[in-house]
Nanobody, 117 residues
């Protein structure tokens, strides 16, 4: 049973925007650090943006300044605002909930983002 449900993916042109959402009501506990990962064609899964245990945000260099992660706690929903999208942002985007600093992750099934030039 999937407890993290992503939505908001789609196809956009280069320079466009998308907002991803992840419904995660079972991970509202502060012990969980939420994050977005992506899996690009032919590449390893990479962390795009996330929250650290102290509440600070971290971003991959490739998206910093273009993507913004945010979280509402009631109900617990994670967002990823993606602006100035580039073709190289094309990927399956995955929501995750890590028991902070343990490496123990729970995953959603992902939402596809396709950016055309």
């Amino acid at each position: 049973q999937v407890h993290l449900r992503e939505s908001g993916g789609g196809s956009v042109q280069s320079g466009g925007s998308l907002r991803l959402s992840c419904a995660a009501p079972e991970y509202a506990d502060s012990r969980f650090c939420m994050a977005w990962f992506r899996r690009r064609p032919g590449k390893e899964r990479e962390k795009v943006a996330g929250f650290a245990a102290d509440g600070s945000t971290v971003y991959a260099d490739s998206v910093r300044g273009r993507f913004t992660i945010s979280q509402d706690h009631s109900p617990n929903t994670l967002y990823l605002q993606m602006d100035s999208l580039k073709p190289e942002d094309t990927a399956m985007y995955l929501c995750s909930a890590e028991l902070c600093n343990t490496g123990l992750y729970h995953w959603g099934q992902g939402t596809q983002v396709t950016v055309s030039s």
